[in-house]
């Protein structure tokens, strides 16, 4: 079922809903325009699901898409949105953090609330349009947009060291898209000059039909990685996101876990590997070595946190990491895996922030060591800490389980990576996750009850408890019976890896053409058999005719 215009509606409704916060006259109507709109957004986005077909879904056919030429003939820029089994279940999650962020806000933000909400619209519209984007350049305004209000929200809204934080955030992140947009220059206009009449093109499905030469693919790949891998963030890449996490409000955390970071591992998916299949796969073990190195890393650094939030802020570090470790081993169940695990992810780590800020607004304090044996003063709270956390962990039976699962599986049996040390080691982080996570907990909720102002600390009220249940109950919804979620991907990621493969080898197999073109007439080199494909793709490569082409390879 194809309805018209609903991926724009979802993407630009937060947008118009900014605006209206900024008529709004009253304080505490911006709040309530602000949950509205994010509800509203929510609903419509439940229509993309509902109209999906996986059946007919591929990696290169969106459904319920726009396409409009936006720039003038000179530029083949395109407004071209849509989705496929790739991005919608990262559509839903951008759209169902909405209003419960706006909810986790509404006692919190007591200054500059109608700056606050508005830039919180801006930033859904921006994600929203990232996941949803098949033209490049639609796709890197998208990614520059989600800067300026996450900028504002952490150096306005944040804590003490709030602008150090918010500059760091903003340089790191910067410096990735300026070298993503040198790549996209790059690319536009090779293909352009390649398959499109010399008119440079940022168009999803014209650069994809394009098989780039094999000696440009290696740094064009590293330009788009690298911004990405800033994103994510990449082990060694991660430094600015522990303090942009801490000093955030605990909207903008929730937002910068549950969905910002994603925007870096659905960029290699959606554009490194089929752009760049030969450099993609050249590059995939140094990718999953990081990878590891970093689900390691952060889990002992993890175990060394005194920080709540600062604990919470480098597990995203490591559980990341087993998202990158899925992507590159280039097998359907470890993509599968990867896929799933962003949306696990940003919802248990999300509502890991949302209870360490309810924590915070009580205590004004993220300190473990302030903490001690609140379980019997806020069983409530305490009750949803320990289910986020053990979904966290990776718990049979909860949503963290399986995509972790599916990711190490399909590293063990891929083919590029063939390491199975590698994945053993990243087994260990599994372990590693569940001793820091139960050693927080321990610290915090047991242990004698001797502090005044824990023993008298207030539990959840409606508000809160109503914003973390659509948490838990997906957590397990998605550890139990994730099928339904899974079957929506299976065929765009099956598509995804056909193209890959197919431009691997199509790439490799024109790069051997010229090679066998230059050195055919030496007495070294023999061919003893060309059919006419081969001949076809040999005269594509030399702008030779027929005649010439033939007489190289001694047919006539």
């Known amino acids: 079922m194809n309805i018209p215009h609903l991926t724009s509606i979802v993407i630009f409704l937060p947008m118009v809903g900014a605006i209206l916060t900024i008529l709004a006259r009253r304080t505490e109507q911006v709040k309530w325009v602000a949950l509205v709109v994010t509800s509203v957004t929510f609903l419509a986005s439940l229509g993309l699901y509902v109209g999906f077909d996986p059946g007919i879904s591929t990696a290169s056919s969106p459904q319920m898409g726009d396409v409009a030429l936006w720039f003038p003939v000179a ?38 609330q109608k700056a606050y909400y508005t830039l919180l619209l801006v930033l859904q519209t921006g994600v929203t349009g990232v996941f949803t984007s098949y033209d490049l350049f639609l796709f890197y305004v998208f990614f520059e947009l989600t800067l300026i209000p996450m900028y504002f929200i952490i ?25 993503m947009l040198v790549a996209l220059l790059a690319l536009g206009f090779m293909a352009g000059d390649a398959i499109n009449g010399g008119v440079f093109t940022t168009d999803w499905y014209k650069l994809v039909s394009y098989n780039i030469p094999v000696s440009s693919q290696g740094w064009l790949f590293l330009l788009f990685a690298l911004a ?103 097998n359907v169940e470890a993509m599968q895996g990867a896929l799933i695990q962003m949306v696990n992810h940003g919802i248990s780590t999300g509502a890991l922030f ?58 063990f049996k891929s083919s590029v990576l063939g390491s199975p040390m590698l994945v053993a080691l990243a087994t260990t982080g599994v372990i590693l996750a569940a001793v820091y996570l139960l050693w927080m907990v321990y610290r915090i909720f047991w242990g004698s009850l001797e502090n005044e102002e824990n023993a008298s ?55 051997s053409l010229e090679f066998e073109y230059r050195y055919a007439d030496t007495p070294e080199f023999r061919v003893p058999e060309i059919d006419e494909a081969a001949l076809k793709a040999a005269r594509k490569i030399t702008g030779a005719s027929a005649e010439e082409t033939e007489s190289s390879f001694g047919l006539k």
């Not at 994103?231 to 996101?241: A, E, S």
């Open 75 to 112: 530029f083949d820029i395109k407004y071209f949105v849509g989705i496929d089994g790739l991005n919608l279940l990262l559509v839903l999650l951008t759209t169902l953090l909405g209003p419960i962020v706006i909810l986790s806000s509404w006692t919190s933000i007591k200054e500059h």
């Open 228 to 330: 990405f891998a800033i994103k994510i963030p990449l082990f060694p890449l991660h430094t600015w996101l522990p303090d942009a996490h801490v000093q955030a409000p605990t909207g903008g955390s929730v937002i910068l876990a549950g969905v910002l970071l994603k925007m870096g591992t659905y960029g290699l998916v959606r554009f490194c590997l089929p752009l760049f299949p030969v450099a993609s796969q050249k590059y995939a073990m140094m990718f999953a070595v990081l990878a590891v190195i970093g689900i390691l890393y952060a889990a002992l650094v993890c175990r060394a946190q005194t920080d709540v939030k600062k604990l919470v802020a480098y597990s995203s570090v490591s559980h990341l990491g087993f998202v990158v470790l899925g992507i590159f081993a280039f």
């Open 354 to 411: 949302l209870i360490v800020g309810m924590m915070y607004e009580r205590r004004h304090t993220r300190l473990m060591k302030d903490y001690g044996g609140i379980a019997k003063s806020v069983p409530i709270l305490s009750f949803f800490m320990i289910f986020a956390v053990l979904a966290s962990a990776g718990l049979p039976g909860l949503n963290g389980f399986v995509g972790e699962f599916l990711i190490l599986i399909g590293a």
């Open 457 to 511: 600390m207030a539990d959840l009220n409606g508000r809160e408890i109503g914003l973390l249940v659509p948490l838990v109950l997906l957590m397990i919804i998605l550890g139990v019976a994730p099928n339904p979620f899974l079957e929506k991907s299976e065929p765009a990621v099956r598509d995804l890896l056909e193209l890959i493969e197919s431009k691997r080898a199509a790439a490799e197999s024109e790069s």
């Open 155 to 179: 150096g306005i809204w944040g804590g003490e060291n709030r602008i150090y934080a918010a500059f760091k955030f903003i340089i790191y992140t910067l410096v990735g898209s300026l070298l």
